[in-house]
């Protein structure tokens, strides 16, 4: 995948199943990056998740996919590695793993599986990943007796271990974050200038000092709504400093900014605003995306 990546969000609505599959090849002809969908497999009006990553990507030839996030509570680590592995494999490394500590308890209950405090949940998350990167990459068989999970002389699959995402909110699980992710999705769709990114990169970053490792390796993907407009917009932030879109020249300076002045890695784009998703997805992948590739190298060659 390209840096900065550019992906957008795709519904997992079983109603919208056959237009979300033709959106994904869309996409995938148009050379964007990722495709990102949920993880709610106690609603019965959902697609399962991995069924349909691998569904669309095995009908597709470049374009990436990652589960944003996976909700571990309902995914045993284990089978989890299984299956992103299995994946990788399959697709030519075309996936990473979003990793969540899980959030609608009632209806993870709901499924059979048991109901974590907020502080058990962290550590289940911050359990698992080590041991999903260890049952990746080959190697000698892994036995782990952890406190949530258990595997005895297993052996590790031959594919290497995908990049590892997370969706971490609260200060325990962010600090999890920085000390052993890979990337991180800003909650509840923060961007680069909102106050919950300000104060909770900085969380990661320290995490990841105390860890010895340098918070730059531990890249942050933005799920951003907002229109794309015709024309410019007077202000395409709220009053409260909310970004709501704009012009495609409004979008690329934005992003640009974002990647030149605050780090940012990537960006998966929501549809919003009543928009149809196929415009929106084309505009996105054929005029934003490129022309925020292009300022940003132009800007890092002036600078060389």
Known sequence: MQSPLFGFGASTAVDAAADTLRL??????DGLDLFTVSD???????????ALVSTALGATSSIGAA????????????????????LSTLTGGRVALGLGVGGLWDDIARMGFPKLSPGAAVRAFEEAIP???????????????????????????????????TGSVG????????????????GHAADWLSP???????????????????????????????????TDRPNPRDPDGTWRG??????????????????ASGFVHFTVGGT?????????????????????????ASTA
């Open 24 to 29: 994904i090849a869309q996409a995938d002809r």
């Open 40 to 50: 709610h497999p106690y609603f019965g009006d959902r697609l399962d998740a991995y």
């Open 67 to 86: 589960v944003s996030v996976s909700n571990l509570p309902t995914r045993p680590a284990p089978m989890l590695a299984r299956t992103i592995t299995s």
């Open 131 to 165: 041991l999903i990167r260890a049952l990746s990459g080959g190697g000698e068989p892994v036995t782990f007796h952890g406190e949530f999970h258990h595997v005895t002389d297993l052996q590790p699959a031959a594919a290497p271990a995908v990049p590892i995402w």
């Open 171 to 186: 200060p325990k699980s962010l600090a999890a974050t920085g000390r052993l992710a890979d990337g991180w999705f800003p």
């Open 196 to 230: 919950r990114y300000r104060e909770s990169r900085p969380i990661i970053d320290e995490a990841a000092h105390a860890a010895g490792r340098d918070p730059r390796d531990i890249a942050t993907i933005y799920n951003i709504p907002g229109v794309i407009t015709p």
């Open 246 to 263: 704009g012009s495609v020249a409004q979008w690329t300076d934005a992003l640009t900014e974002a990647v030149l002045d605050h780090d």
């Open 276 to 300: 149809p998703p196929e415009n929106a997805v084309a505009v996105w992948s054929n005029e934003i995306a490129p022309a925020v590739r292009e300022a940003v190298t132009k800007a890092r």
